[in-house]
């Protein structure tokens, strides 16, 4: 069976980092261009960031720019977001996906769980 797995949200204080990871089982991203999303509250789901398959173009909302990481591990199985200076405006879940468009905007492979993220003083 295959599926993602996010880990690594929690409650952070204004300014601080998060690493989000997120692991497939059962087949290797390897293959797949990544991204991550989010979804706060009343809002519509966005692309955050996305990764194409060799690693030569990146995506990056204007709202995370110069503040957000995305990034392959070694083992070829695990995506990271390194997310640093983080503000109020960045709670949301957040999720991982495989196979975003170029846009980032739409998802034609898998979605993970979902990991909540809280930015707050």
Request: hydrophobic share 30%; with cysteine.
């Amino acid at each position: 069976q295959v599926h993602l797995v996010e880990s690594g949200g929690g409650l952070v204080q204004p300014g601080g980092s998060l690493r989000l990871s997120c692991t497939a089982s059962g087949f290797s991203l390897d293959y797949s261009s990544i991204g991550w999303f989010r979804q706060a509250p009343g809002k519509e789901r966005e692309g955050v960031s996305c990764l194409s398959v060799t690693g030569k173009r990146t995506y990056y909302a204007d709202s995370v720019k110069g503040r957000f990481t995305i990034s392959r591990g070694n083992d070829k199985n695990t995506i990271y977001l390194q997310m640093n200076n983080l503000k109020p405006e960045d709670t949301a879940v957040y999720y991982c996906a495989t196979d975003p468009d170029l846009g980032c905007a739409v998802v034609s492979g898998l979605w993970g769980q979902g990991t909540q993220v809280a930015v707050s003083s």
